[in-house]
């Protein structure tokens, strides 16, 4: 079982930064591929970005490519996402989500590829 727990949203004027931080309960979290994906109001969700166990591989949606920045740090058992140059179509409420055990070379964009998820912590952009 994996808890995981998404913290850092809020409120940002376009063109500002957020650092979104999700803190996972299990011992093996340096097994787990992690990813971000984000659910906007009356839309499905996306996938943002993933990043394998070892934190040197990682992938991102073309719409925030270059933009924003997945990382881990698997001593402190968290996975980041750092949000730069928002804008309002950024606005969503954000979700990590683990697959456990997972180490292929193959990038896990779908959500039906993870089998844990957070409760999710929106962000809101205003221009």
């Known amino acids: 079982q994996v808890q995981l727990e998404e913290s850092g949203g809020g409120l940002v004027q376009a063109g500002g930064s957020l650092r979104l931080s999700c803190a996972a309960s299990?011992?093996?979290?340096?097994?787990?591929?992690m990813g971000w994906f984000r659910q906007a109001p009356g839309k499905e969700r996306e996938f943002v970005a993933t990043?394998?166990?070892?934190?040197?591989?990682?992938y991102y949606a073309d719409s925030v490519k270059g933009r924003f920045t997945i990382s881990r740090d698997n001593a402190k058992n968290t996975v980041y996402l750092q949000m730069n140059s928002l804008n309002p179509e950024d606005t969503a409420v954000y979700y990590c989500?683990?697959?456990?055990?997972?180490?292929?070379?193959?990038?896990?964009?779908?959500?039906?590829?993870?089998?844990?998820w957070g409760q999710g912590t929106r962000v809101t952009v205003s221009s």
């Open positions: 989500a683990a697959r456990t055990y997972y180490s292929s070379l193959h990038f896990l964009v779908r959500p039906h590829e993870y089998n844990y």
């Open positions: 299990a011992r093996t979290f340096s097994s787990h591929t």
């Open positions: 990043i394998n166990w070892s934190g040197d591989s990682t």
